[in-house]
């Protein structure tokens, strides 16, 4: 079964047992999904190049349970938990190796921490927005992996594959804005990006989402 097929067929499988977010989203149409200004206390800048994952699921965590995980704290747990998408490793092995942490490996570490999640991917732009701001909408925590080159606006026209994680913290429909909060850059907390490059850069990553089971506190 291919990476996609089988993504799809746990958000089915998730779908049914009724742990995705399929309610419509509580935000009127141009009004805001999500609460980025809250969210924006889970944040804090990544020390290394390659563990925005792990950051990403702090700020999850800490968005879920009100307390998030420190960075050393995250990548300790890391270094020791199973990973799914590489048996027989963990899910992240060195800060100073490059390598970076499968997404299949997220939903894991933020079970690790009592938080539920699934990973699904939309066929199109369209209805990855629409997604997003269901699970936004109805108060659940979602991240999603991107293109760096497009977000921090170094090559828009060559966005290359997805390399980095953020956490979506809002989607203002009315303003045409998505809220991000970003480990990678120093002004991070509550990035805000237009919607046409958050989905070019979203399109990197084949609009691959992961929403928690659980309401943000």
């Known amino acids: 079964m291919s990476r996609r097929a089988r993504i799809g067929a746990v958000a089915l ?54 307390r998030m995980p420190g960075e050393q704290e995250v990548i300790d747990v890391a270094q020791q938990l199973p990973s799914v998408a590489h048996q027989g490793k963990t899910v992240f092995t060195d800060v100073n190796n490059g390598e970076l942490v499968n997404s299949l490996d997220i939903v894991a570490l933020l079970g690790h921490y009592g938080v539920g999640a699934t990973t699904s991917e939309q066929p199109n732009a369209g209805a990855a927005l629409d997604a997003l701001k269901s699970a936004l909408g109805s108060g659940h925590a979602a991240l999603v992996p991107v293109s760096s080159r497009v977000i921090w606006h170094v090559d828009e026209a060559d966005r290359g594959p997805s390399d980095h994680e953020v956490v979506v913290t809002g989607v203002d429909a009315d303003h045409g804005v998505v809220h991000l909060n970003d480990s990678g850059t120093d002004d991070g907390r509550d990035a805000q990006l237009p919607v046409a490059t958050f989905t070019s850069a979203w399109a990197a990553g084949d609009y691959e989402l992961t929403v928690t089971q659980q309401t943000v506190q």
């Open 13 to 66: 499988a998730a779908a049914l047992a009724g742990c995705l977010p399929l309610a419509p989203a509580r935000a009127e149409p141009g009004a805001m999904f999500g609460d980025p200004a809250k969210a924006a206390q889970y944040w804090a800048r990544q020390s290394y190049d390659n563990n925005c994952v792990l950051m990403s699921v702090a700020g999850v965590v800490g968005q879920i349970t009100g």
